[in-house]
């Protein structure tokens, strides 16, 4: 039953830097929780499930919830999204529109206006749902997590991939001390389509219980694909993506090859029963999901 | 009964604005928890959360050292009876020996704040000793099973026996025979339910709340408190939604403020969390409906033998009520020669169940009107052809053998759906084999017996209380509760109309029980017809009064006197209202008046025969879906709703509710369903029990009928629940036109679907 | 450990202590005495505690009040001082509400689109009040509102 919040009187402080904030965490050793939209900490809160002593506040942190596109980096340019951008932010960002339009999707799938003006991807990814809308998209693109802690922000050298990051349903390698500093990805290549395909029990305020993020790169001959709400964590399709690369270019028929790799996608997801769906029904949808987005992106139908 | 000749109807008819519009919009509008008084105190309940276990000991002593807490109220602390049982007295309102399902509050923690409160009432600590529970009504029927109350689980039983229903199924040359089932559905009333309990100093006690049922939550108060019911006031407060669902819970919540507020002296507001209230409050019934239909080859209906086993949960409730409804109307608005139908109401070790919009039938109508559709299909007859061959109509009779003498709209709404959905066109047209978005259109039907019937709680009656002030400004106190439907603004017009005085100078107030005596419940669809009709009556009171000052002054007969947009009196020699008004007071009239109007007697005897209810009001339902074989999805696209309702007394109001009601409808065939896990509540918030929101909308039409009933005020017939009725079946036949899936359990989620379609069902 | 913090609501300006795990929704309806955003469920899932933060519609029952320190905060009171405004005035016109308890926040998300897109289409709006329940109406009315009045302006 619901549990008030009045014995929980956290001290508040805030930060002006991610740095400052991570050492804020470090001292706290363990009793101290980084809050950013709230969306998922706020509620936990209420209800007496956390009861942190201190509350890092990462609401007045500058130049964190932006996103860039540096052309010079990786092979042909690198995005970079501060871990404070909001789903909002990134649903409508024209550099997210026009470069990894299923971070655009995902993000703006999630919940409802007024979730997504609060919610960070930062948030949602330390979270660590594996319904994760935006995560599941960033784990298409091969997005890599920046760490930051007391010491040292890891840059690019230090940035861990998302699948190493999560490690199971709420769990990622963050520690205590440790806020996310930031998200990285190479950019697509111009010709890339991608979508984003989201499967919930209505058209708003939904969970995913089945969601599949797609990227198709022509000129490479690859599809990238990767599941939601089907697995501990999200996943990549890796045997699907390879049954693509092998076949789409030795002139297959696409019908026949793309029922081929949604199959591969269903059998790459290891979904459980909950309240929400059951494991036999996600498996379908996955394959469904899979074989939609593959019409969409790669032979561009509606 | 009521003349119309001297009055027009100015503003009944019209699209008059709702006169609460203003207040609500701009957020000046208070609800029960805007609502602060000095020296308040705040409340919390304490709900082990047992679905049957003997309660032995509640120790509150870590919660009474909190600091800010004031007490901690148990069973022993009610001062007067323990009950608060709406018709059957078999419920307490605080346990002391035995808890029968996980919203039965053991306690009730005061406190400084609702913090305080809540945090309290989570160190109470209930000792129990946990008892064999049962969580099926089928089950529960069973010898053996687990007994929620000694009596036994099956604690009521109607039948309807009409011919003879062996001979008629010998008639018969098809027959089809099914088992539906439904489940929990939650209102999902915005406002959650709150309470307020004020001590007065004279003795009695002031309770404000959200409810649809002013008097019932005296009635419960007085008895928890061991007072007359004249020392107990309740005032109902902006009351933000019912449904159904605010008309026995809010007797628990006010008694437990009242108790609360009694012990200490103090204001006390208990406002439910929204977990509390999936908990605490009850649901629509869980119902299984075997259906045996039979019928000729031409499509004629000659017997329906029909069981209910409605679940009642844990206590009785509404379950008398709504399951004399469901017996009542199970066959369906059809004239059927040979009707066996018995229905059962049986306790459970889950939620309470009590009244939804549509009482009882919806769960019938899942049943009855998908049987229809597989007797049309089998005999290759269209939905629609089958259903105005065996239609009510006047001068037919119905299961309990009335005979309908007048006002009965459902072939009509039948014709119009038909002709605005395209029905013919595309029911014969169907997606294309290769296609995987597959279309479909259903119908379904529905009559429902407007208010209280032969098997009400009450004498069906009610009240109004007309003051004319010497300026000609008018003032109405009601007994019947606006709670959304529009309820203040289409009194205002009837009163406008009745009195000839224009509708700014008119004000309905909320109800104030000691204004107004007992006007029954809110419910029923029967509070436009009842309070409305005692408003018309207060009126002609008062034109009797008024008018006689009238003819003095203008030298008129008081038979030629009419109220007419503003003025009294007879063609060219006429006075203002408000001038007359004046004129009265200074002659020492008095202008005020009450009306009062009592619903004729209905009749249901041992075997359901007899006229059941006053009147019927009848809706027809048309939907179109497109379903994602790939996915399961069905979309709902389109809903044509045509209602007979009598008399439209105001347009705007009347849309508003039916497209409420359609929308609710498409919740429950495809969205709600309160999943349940012994005692544990697995969807408790609007996260899991799914909403439909504005991006799940269908488009809507809405068609209305008018087929005057001789006693409504101005023809009318209650509308409050039809909309909420015939619309999840005719979803239901649509899925089934469009796939061929026949689903006998709701909601029919895109899951179900998909599932369905994998194992190979349908074409 | 208690905070005093400088809230903007309505124009107005409140210096109020809190606790850092107050809501916005308690601070408002408890210390500031705005009622219009309400508790609905107090888990984030229904709207009806939606209010502007600078601007942004926001689930004011997951915002920290110590959150909104130095920000300017709107409620419907806000836009009515002298009565109804345009937007409330169509929302009155067409019924678009019927038990009132969830339009303070309907109101309140069709301001902010109209503030980023003033001729919205139907998509729009059904997307700008999807995080709205509303239990009473089907939203038609509500969309048919804002449709009809921005719908007049472009002519």
Excluded at chain 2, 415 to 423: F, K, M, N, T
């Amino acid at each position: 039953m619901d549990r008030p919040a009045s014995a929980c009187a956290p001290r508040w402080e805030s930060p002006a830097t991610l740095a400052e904030a991570a050492e804020i965490l470090r001292d706290a050793a363990g009793s101290a929780r980084a809050i950013a939209g709230g969306t998922d900490l706020a509620v936990r809160i209420r209800r007496a499930e956390e009861r942190p002593d201190v509350l890092v506040d990462l609401g007045r942190i500058e130049n964190s919830d932006g996103v860039e596109l540096r052309p010079e980096a990786g092979a042909i340019g690198r995005m970079e999204i501060g871990a404070l951008a909001t789903h909002a932010t990134l649903a409508e960002h024209p550099l997210v529109r026009e470069h990894a339009n299923v971070l655009a999707e995902a993000c703006r799938t999630v919940g409802a206006p007024q979730v997504r003006s609060r919610g960070t991807i930062g948030g949602n990814l330390a979270n660590a749902s594996p319904a994760a809308d935006g995560v599941v998209a960033l784990l298409a693109l091969d997005a890599a997590v920046w760490v930051q802690s007391a010491s040292s922000c890891a840059g690019d050298a230090g940035a861990v991939p998302i699948v190493d990051f999560l490690t199971g349903p709420g769990e990622s390698v963050l520690r205590d001390d440790e806020l996310i500093g930031g998200i990285v990805f190479d950019r697509p290549s111009p010709a890339a389509r991608s979508v984003y395909v989201k499967a919930g029990q209505r058209n708003a305020l939904a969970i995913a219980i089945a969601s599949v993020a797609a990227i198709f790169e022509p000129d490479a001959g690859i599809v990238r694909i990767a599941l939601g709400s089907v697995a501990p964590t999200p996943v990549r399709a890796g045997d699907a993506e390879a049954l693509f690369e092998s076949d789409w270019r030795g002139g297959a028929d696409p019908e026949t090859l793309f029922d081929a790799v949604a199959a591969a996608a269903a059998a790459a997801s290891s979904p459980i029963d909950d309240v929400r769906a059951t494991a036999r029904y996600r498996r379908i949808l996955t394959e469904a999901l899979t074989r939609s987005a593959l019409d969409r992106i790669c032979l561009r139908k509606a | 009964m009521h003349d119309r000749d001297d009055r027009e109807m100015g503003a009944v008819g019209s699209r008059l604005v709702r006169v609460d519009a203003d207040a609500k919009v701009t957020g000046r509008a208070l609800y029960v928890d805007d609502l602060t008084f000095p020296g308040m105190l705040e409340a919390a309940l304490v709900l082990p959360g047992c679905a049957h276990a003997r309660l032995l000991k509640v120790d509150a002593s870590d919660a009474l050292a909190m600091a800010g807490v004031h007490a901690v109220v148990t069973a022993d602390d009610v001062p007067g009876e323990n009950q608060v049982g709406v018709v059957d007295r078999d419920q307490p309102l605080l346990p002391s020996e035995r808890i029968r399902y996980s919203g039965d509050a053991v306690a009730v923690v005061v406190a400084e704040t609702r913090a305080i409160a809540r945090e309290a009432a989570a160190a109470v600590r209930a000792e129990t000793e946990e008892i064999p529970a049962v969580f099926d009504a089928v089950r529960a029927m069973e010898p053996g099973a687990p007994k929620v109350h000694d009596d036994g689980n099956v604690f009521l039983e109607y039948r309807v026996r009409k011919g003879n229903i062996d001979e008629g199924f010998e008639a018969a040359d098809i027959i089809v025979e099914r088992t539906f089932r439904t489940h929990h559905q939650e209102h999902s009333y915005l406002e959650p339910l709150g309470a307020i309990a004020v001590p007065e100093e004279h003795g009695g006690v002031t309770i404000y709340g959200t409810m649809q049922c002013p008097y019932y939550v005296q009635k419960a108060v007085a008895t928890v408190l061991g007072l007359p019911l004249a020392h107990v006031r309740v005032i109902q407060t902006v009351t933000g939604g019912g449904f159904g669902g605010k008309e026995d819970s809010p007797s628990e919540i006010c008694a437990c403020a009242a108790v609360a507020a009694w012990k200490l002296r103090r204001p006390v507001k208990l406002i439910y969390t929204r977990e509390d209230d999936f908990y605490r409050s009850s649901k629509r019934h869980p119902m299984t409906v075997t259906y045996k239909l039979g019928a000729t080859r031409d499509g004629t209906f000659t017997a329906a033998q029909i069981r209910v086993v409605a679940d009642a949960g844990a206590y009785s409730t509404l379950t008398p009520v709504v399951v004399f409804r469901a017996a009542a109307h199970a066959t369906g608005p059809y004239e059927i020669p040979n009707v066996h139908t018995d229905a059962y109401g049986v306790y459970t070790n889950r939620q309470t169940t009590g009244a939804f919009r549509g009482f009882g039938q919806p769960q019938t109508i899942f049943a009855n009107e998908s049987i229809v559709d597989e007797v049309a299909e089998a005999l290759g007859l269209d939905p629609i052809d089958v259903r105005l061959k065996n239609g009510l109509a006047v001068g037919k009779r119905t299961a309990t053998n009335q005979l309908l003498t007048e006002s009965v709209g459902l072939p009509e709404t039948l014709r119009q759906a038909r002709e605005a959905s395209g029905w013919d066109a595309k029911r014969a047209e169907r997606g294309a084999d290769s296609d995987p978005i597959k279309r479909g259109i259903g119908v379904g039907s529905i009559y429902y017996g407007v208010s209280l019937g032969a098997k009400g709680l009450a004498l069906d009656g009610s009240g109004a209380h007309m003051n004319v002030y010497r300026d000609g400004s008018v003032r109405i106190a009601i007994g019947g509760t606006e709670m959304g439907q529009g309820l203040l603004t289409v009194l205002t017009q009837i009163a406008s109309d009745a009195l000839g005085a224009p509708t700014e100078s008119i004000h309905v107030d909320h109800v104030d029980t000691s204004v107004v005596p007992d006007s029954g419940p809110s419910v029923a669809s029967r509070t436009t017809l009842m309070t409305g009709n005692a408003i018309i009556d207060a009126a002609e009171k008062l034109r009797a009064t008024m008018g006689e000052v009238a003819s003095e002054l203008l030298g008129v007969p008081t038979g030629e006197i009419t109220f007419r947009d503003g003025r009294v009196g007879a063609g060219d020699r006429s006075i203002a209202f408000a001038e007359l008004a004046a004129e009265c007071w200074a002659r020492n009239v008095n202008t005020a008046a009450d009306g009062w109007y009592a619903a004729p007697l209905s009749t249901f005897d041992e075997d359901g025969q007899g006229d059941a209810y006053a009147i019927y009001s009848y809706a027809t339902h048309v939907a179109e879906v497109e379903v994602d074989t790939r996915t399961g999805h069905v979309r709902l696209v389109r809903v044509t709703a045509a209602h007979d309702v009598g008399k439209i007394l105001n347009p705007t109001t009347l849309e508003g509710q039916v497209e409420g009601g359609v929308l609710q409808c498409a919740g429950m065939a495809l969205y709600e369903r309160m999943i349940t896990d012994g005692g544990d509540i697995l969807t408790p918030d609007f996260s899991t029990y799914i909403l439909p929101t504005a991006m799940d909308v269908p488009e809507i039409e809405t068609l209305f009928i008018e087929e005057p009933y001789s006693r409504g005020p101005f023809g009318a017939k209650g509308i409050g629940e039809t909309p909420a009725m015939p619309g999840a079946v005719a979803i239901a036949n649509a899925i089934y036109h469009a796939t061929g899936l026949r689903f006998l359990e709701l909601p029919i989620t895109a899951e179900a679907v998909r599932l369905a379609l994998a194992d190979g069902r349908g074409r | 450990m208690k905070k005093t913090i400088r809230l903007n609501v309505n124009g107005e300006e409140w210096d109020v202590d809190v606790e850092p795990s107050d809501t916005l929704l308690e601070v408002l309806r408890g210390k500031i005495g705005i009622k219009s955003p309400k508790v609905g469920c107090e888990r984030g899932d229904c709207g009806s505690c939606t209010v502007l933060l600078d601007g942004k519609s926001v689930r004011s029952c997951l915002v920290l009040a110590i959150e909104a320190d130095g920000r300017g905060i709107i409620t419907v009171e806000g836009l009515s001082k002298d009565g109804p405004n345009e937007l409330q005035r169509a929302f009155i016109e067409h019924n678009a509400f019927q038990c009132g308890f969830c339009a303070p926040g309907v109101v309140l998300a069709v301001s902010e689109l109209l503030a980023k897109r003033p001729h919205p289409s139907r998509d729009d709006v059904k997307e700008a009040i999807s995080g709205n329940l509303c239990r009473c109406t089907g939203y038609e009315p509500i969309i048919d509102a804002v449709i009809d009045l921005t719908a007049k302006g472009e002519e």
